[in-house]
């Protein structure tokens, strides 16, 4: 336990530095992100007697950031627009990456499981480096926008995370999803919730955005970070393995530690660039 305080504490003190200097020194800390997550799925697939396409899910996502950094950096007349042209990029990345994948399928030559060994490829693209992709969009967002939303999501997810953890542990007696995730308990998924609407509400005290959007926003982050959580906890069952890694010790692998951002920083990102403004 001392252990994982620890590395949890550093690991945040540093990650925080890296949000807050932002530019090249977040886009590098993503990229190594997104090269440890992809070894540690490929690990995964090999336990499941897949074939992983490690090269080319490593050449297709750090391609990605490094497009989207070279872009999102170039702020023209109106900075939403460079938005819109990374958005672009990951749509057509997107279908970049379809072909590849099934391409090196084809050219195996060897057409046992080639659409499974396919499909769990292009799913791994996407979950790391499409989905980290956003989280490094989500620091571009312009203006002190770009922090704050990127802080919000990353300390709410973690409130959520951590309030689970304990709650689960000191009260939990109803399982949540016995088959996926053993350990995860209803009373800790609602610990979870409230955790994240409480730092929400920190946050929202102190920031120039409406109360109630951050609020509800930090609620959507919560759920989709539990969701992020479980689909995790799939691949894992599958492979048969409690931890996606040894990346920092007490708290498991890359996967393990990011899991909930993966799909809390896409809804955030989503939410502060075609939601929000209409309220």
């Keep these: 336990m001392i252990q994982r305080i620890i590395w949890g504490f550093g690991g945040a003190f540093l990650l925080f530095g ?12 993503i990229g190594i992100l997104v090269v440890l997550a992809i070894l540690e799925y490929a690990d995964l697939l090999k336990r499941q007697n897949f074939r992983p396409q490690t090269e080319v899910m490593l050449f297709i996502s750090l391609s990605l950031l490094a497009l989207i950094h070279v872009a999102a950096s170039r702020y023209g007349p109106d900075p ?56 490094l969009l989500l620091r571009f967002i312009p203006g002190n926008d770009g922090l704050l939303f990127t802080l919000f999501t990353v300390l709410v997810t973690w409130a959520n995370d951590t309030a689970a953890y304990f709650v689960g542990i000191n009260f939990g007696k109803h399982k ?77 692998g890359v996967l393990d530690r990011f899991d909930s951002l993966l799909i809390a920083g896409p809804v955030v990102y989503y939410l502060v660039t075609y939601i929000t403004p209409y309220f």
């Design 18 to 29: 890296l949000i807050w200097a932002g530019q090249i020194y977040y886009t590098l800390a």
């Design 80 to 135: 939403y627009e460079t938005l819109r042209i990374c958005e672009r990029i990951l749509t057509f990345g997107l279908i970049v990456a379809f072909i590849i994948n099934f391409l090196m399928e084809l050219l195996r030559g060897d057409p046992e499981n080639g659409l499974v060994n396919a499909a769990v490829n292009l799913f791994g693209t996407v979950y790391i480096g499409f989905m980290f992709a956003y989280i």
């Design 176 to 252: 949540l999803s016995p088959r996926i995730s053993p350990k995860k308990s209803v009373e800790g998924s609602i610990g979870g919730v409230l955790g994240g609407i409480i730092a929400s509400l920190i946050i929202a005290g102190f920031s120039h955005r409406p109360f109630a959007q951050l609020v509800v926003m930090g609620i959507l982050v919560v759920i989709a970070g539990q969701f992020g959580d479980l689909i995790e906890s799939i691949i894992k069952r599958n492979a048969g393995v409690k931890d996606s890694g040894s990346f920092m010790p007490g708290h498991g």
